[in-house]
């Protein structure tokens, strides 16, 4: 039982390319989170997927995109990345009904 | 103002001491979450409570729902306490869906 597990673990960019974080559970769980962390702030919700084929925004959108590609796997996608999302993105899964998210262990993303 | 805040930001202590961190909330919650940041950047619930008082081997975590406070406590610290501990809350305005982050507060227990 592998948790919350993400790729990669750790990817440089240059300002306009474009990535996939992935990011899967195999707890069954029914939300997804992706959150981002940066020094200083707490962490911020970016999109969650309360169930397989729903996505919402969450505090910080703004250049991300989601997929819910079914109820394991929840990616997100910068489609052009800039220095301001330098930061490390977490991913989270939570079983509906009970209020503990599961945390992977991060993906650290440097924008040059 | 960020409705979750936490106290102290950083917290330097000797083994053994009897560590305090507090979380406070400005709005109506539903649960409150104590959360284990690693040096290695894992985070790891630790606590969820709505009301109460919950206790894990040294670790004890408090809430007063009426003063929309809540404490974490070690007791006999040890150096492998170090880490970033967060306190976050399922704020009644967005359900139990999304989660509200304090800053963290980064401990660090010396041998």
């Known amino acids: 039982n592998a948790g919350v597990t993400q790729t990669p673990k750790f990817q440089v960019l240059k300002t306009g390319q474009s990535m996939t974080l992935q990011c899967a559970q195999d707890?069954?769980?029914?939300?997804m989170y992706w959150y981002r962390q940066d020094p200083g702030m707490g962490l911020r919700l970016i999109y969650y997927s309360a169930s397989e084929g729903t996505t919402d925004k969450g505090e910080v959108p703004n250049g991300y995109n989601v997929s819910r590609l079914n109820k394991r796997e929840f990616s997100l996608r910068l489609e052009s990345a800039a220095p301001s999302q330098t930061s490390v993105y977490f991913c989270a899964s939570r079983q509906r009904g009970l209020e503990t998210q599961y945390f992977g262990p991060g993906t650290r993303l440097l924008v040059l | 103002k960020n409705e979750v805040e936490q106290s102290p930001q950083n917290l330097t202590a000797q083994e053994g001491e009897f560590i305090t961190i507090n979380c406070s909330y400005s709005?109506?919650?539903?649960?409150l979450h104590w959360l284990q940041q690693h040096p290695g950047g894992g985070i790891v619930s630790l606590f969820m409570?709505?009301?109460g008082k919950k206790k894990h081997g040294r670790l004890i975590a408090t809430i007063n729902i009426q003063e929309k406070h809540s404490s974490l406590h070690i007791t006999a610290s040890h150096p492998r306490d170090s880490a970033v501990y967060i306190c976050?809350?399922?704020?009644?305005?967005?359900?139990?869906?999304?989660?509200?982050f304090g800053t963290g507060t980064r401990l660090t227990i010396i041998p």
């Open positions: 409570l709505s009301s």
């Open positions: 709005v109506g919650i539903s649960a």
């Open positions: 976050a809350a399922n704020l009644l305005n967005f359900g139990n869906e999304k989660l509200t």
């Open positions: 707890m069954n769980h029914n939300s």
